[in-house]
């Protein structure tokens, strides 16, 4: 059986739906690079290996990365997922786990990398929004799609309320995602695409605000 291992910064909303979601492989570890993060005692509470590697105790990047990827390393993992793990990665270190590596995002990517996503979605009157799951490289929030929600942008929506309808559709897609990785039904190809096994596909089209 594969196994992962889950880097988190705070809540763990992600991590929490990675470790209720019966995938088939084993959880060998949440790290985190904060010791109050809130998602790390979701996660003993069941009984998962946790550890700290906290970022303010390293002069630099590369020898917090460094010393992140030996903690992520004696747990042997196949796959690394970040889950709300808000630390930018080294290239060394993505490099590293060229495609073990994934991410959760919460646009619909190449659209709105970095922060306050849901605001900046707001602020350009988008009307379809979402999240992404992807193979991480070494540009912030961009690298090869594996999986994609969109949902509606409502008239009344506020941050909170678009936030909530996208991380509902987050706890579903990751889920997914990994399920693939861990059952070998995708992969990262050498010329940096995703292969995927089975090319099921949605076929509708979503309209937003719809059609009358
Ligand atoms: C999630 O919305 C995730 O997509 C986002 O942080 C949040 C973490 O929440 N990640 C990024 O913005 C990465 N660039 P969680 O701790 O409850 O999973």
Redesign the pocket.
Known sequence: MKSIVIL?????????ALLEARLPCRIAAVISNRADAK?LNIARARGIATAVVEHRDYADRNSFDAALADTIDTYQPDFVA?????RILTPDFVARYHGKLV????SLLPAY???N?HARALHDGVKIHG?TVHFVTPD??HGPIIIQAAVPVLYHDTEQSL?AR??HE?HRIYPQAVRWLCKGQIELSEDGRVIFQNRKQASFTMFSPGLE
């Open positions: 988190i910064s705070g809540r763990g909303s992600n991590m929490q998602g970040l889950a709300g793990f808000m991410n959760i995002h919460p990398s970095g922060l996503t999240c912030l929030d936030a996208v991380l987050e």
